[in-house]
């Protein structure tokens, strides 16, 4: 398994529960990316992260979400409290480490339903 | 605000055609521009390209930067049905030692028989 793994695949959840989704990058990369995608718009950035630091989360709402890389396990996106405009694709990327002009490789991304 | 436009939105060809698909952008801190090929999963990296003039090359697939003209074609030669695809097109923007993606709207291209 050499790719940029996420999971779910799909997730659906009822207004105001929690959401978690997960990433893994790949084997080398210590760098993640989530991004959004809504139906018919392009991929927007949300959060950079390196192992147990936030780089940038300037894409990132303010209220309801977070991100994290821990040291041990995968990348988790949470989305407390969801609405139906959290409804959307969630893609992560990785990159490797070290290295400016890498590119980022995407997982096959969660599809969150919001009920 | 780093703004990447794509056109066209989409593209119906038949199989065997040539399509050249467009990417301008404006953005402060370039570093580089990516292509991505998307289907119904994941985006999978096509070329990255960071010097003008110098085209990337793979099988019927090439690209090509101006960075004096903000732009970049993505060309594909005797498409084929596997073709069909959004077409994405991002900018890598320099912000240390990995960049955020600035993401264009995408080609829709549809390969006929």
């Known amino acids: 398994n050499a790719g940029v793994m996420q999971n779910p695949r799909h997730l659906v959840r009822r207004r105001g529960q929690e959401a978690r989704l997960r990433c893994s990058p790949m084997k080398g990369h210590s760098h993640v990316y989530w991004y959004r995608q809504l139906p018919e718009e392009g991929l927007k950035f949300m959060v950079y992260?390196?192992?147990?630091?936030?780089?940038?989360e300037s894409g990132m709402p303010k209220e309801r979400f977070s991100a994290e890389f821990p040291k041990e396990g995968p990348s988790i996106l949470r989305i407390q409290q969801v609405v139906r405009g959290d409804s959307a694709a969630y893609f992560c990327?990785?990159?490797?480490?070290?290295?400016?002009?890498?590119?980022?490789?995407f997982g096959d991304g969660t599809r969150l339903s919001i009920l | 605000e780093d703004k990447v436009v794509q056109s066209p939105l989409s593209l119906v060809v038949h199989e065997g055609d040539t399509v050249t698909l467009n990417c301008s952008y404006e953005?402060?801190?370039?570093?580089?521009l990516l292509w991505y090929k998307q289907e119904k999963k994941a985006p999978t990296f096509l070329f990255m390209l960071t010097s003008s003039g110098i085209e990337k090359k793979s099988g019927r697939l090439s690209s090509i930067l101006d960075k004096k003209e903000l732009f970049s074609i993505l060309n594909i030669t005797a498409t084929q049905t596997g073709d069909s695809a959004v077409y994405l097109c991002a900018v890598a923007l320099n912000t240390g030692t990995a960049s955020k993606l600035t993401f264009g709207t995408g080609t829709r291209l549809q390969v006929t028989l």
């Open positions: 953005v402060t801190n370039f570093r580089s």
């Open positions: 992260l390196q192992k147990e630091n936030i780089i940038d």
């Open positions: 990327a990785s990159s490797h480490l070290g290295e400016g002009h890498q590119p980022q490789h």
